[in-house]
């Protein structure tokens, strides 16, 4: 039998004990991702959404409910090194040359390091000449880009993005959005992107997710259906403003997502 092609959450919910409170940080959430799907996810800060992403990536477990990627629990997953994840918080080991540090997974896994492959993810995030470079001596930026080319570097079947690019310019922003929906053109790779950008969520993804304000509830699901490739120009369309405008009311105050 083979393992079914998508990713389920069914009804998790994770809350959190601050002392004697209890904080629900994700409420009820209800999702199918099919295999091979972008994924993009918005939400007013604090809504949970590192939170979901942490579920996903097994460095959490929800409180009630179940996740499930293609039959088989999150941990699997990382266990198999099947995923790739940048979140935030996780540093680029300061001790470590800029291509050490992307080349660490092979480490990880036990795996002989791929040195052209770790090459080519350094000139593909625009690092080039910065190989021996120590995360200290470079941007917010160049650091976010390196922690990008980090969790490509195995190959991974489900990628992971939180805010990847919340600390980029934004020239370098927009050229990062055209390499990530190449990266993803090529590898079909399952991805799941928080930005607090709707311009980027709407612009990379198949589908775009709403959470409203804590507890994160899903309470917009879109379908984005421009064709691909798509080009920085999709932007300036009247079609993609109608969207971005939807979406953005419903994550202001007063928008549907404030509503009780
Ligand atoms: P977002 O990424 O949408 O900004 P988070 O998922 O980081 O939101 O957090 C959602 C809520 O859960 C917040 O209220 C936060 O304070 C709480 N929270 C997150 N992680 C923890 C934790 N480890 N311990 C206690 N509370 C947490
Ligand atoms: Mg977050």
């Known amino acids: 039998m083979s393992a079914p092609q998508v990713i389920t959450l069914s009804n998790v919910s994770k809350s959190f004990r601050i002392g004697s409170a209890s904080v629900v940080a994700v409420k009820a959430v209800d999702l199918r991702i099919p295999q091979g799907q972008f994924i993009s996810v918005l939400g007013p800060s604090g809504c949970g959404k590192s939170t979901l992403l942490r579920m996903l990536a097994s460095l959490d477990e929800p409180t009630t409910g179940q996740v499930s990627v293609w039959g088989a629990r999150p941990a699997d997953l990382a266990s198999r090194h099947q995923l790739g994840v940048a979140f935030q918080d996780h540093a680029l080991l300061p001790w470590l040359t800029i291509a050490q540090n992307i080349a660490m997974p092979f480490r990880i896994a036990g795996r002989r390091i791929d040195h052209a492959h770790v090459a080519a993810l350094i000139e593909l995030v625009g690092l080039s000449g910065f190989a021996q470079a120590r995360p200290s001596q470079l941007s917010g930026g160049m650091r976010q880009r390196a922690s990008i080319a980090r969790a490509l570097a195995l190959n991974p079947s489900l990628l992971l993005l939180d805010e990847p690019f919340g600390a980029l310019d934004a020239v370098t922003r927009r050229h ?16 799941v992107l928080v930005t607090h950008s709707v311009d980027e969520a709407v612009f990379l993804a198949d589908r775009v997710i709403v959470m409203s304000g804590r507890p994160g509830e899903v309470i917009r699901d879109v379908t984005i259906d421009f064709p691909r490739p798509r080009a920085p120009d999709l932007m300036r369309e009247p079609a993609f403003h109608a969207l971005v405008d939807e979406l953005t009311l419903c994550l202001s105050p007063g928008g ?4 009780h």
Do not use: A, P
């Not at 959005?177 to 399952?190: A, G, M, P, V, Y």
């Not at 549907?256 to 509503?259: A, I, L, R, S």
């Open 176 to 191: 990062m959005n055209i390499e990530l929906q190449r990266i993803w053109l090529e590898h079909k790779l399952t991805t």
């Open 256 to 259: 549907e997502g404030h509503q």
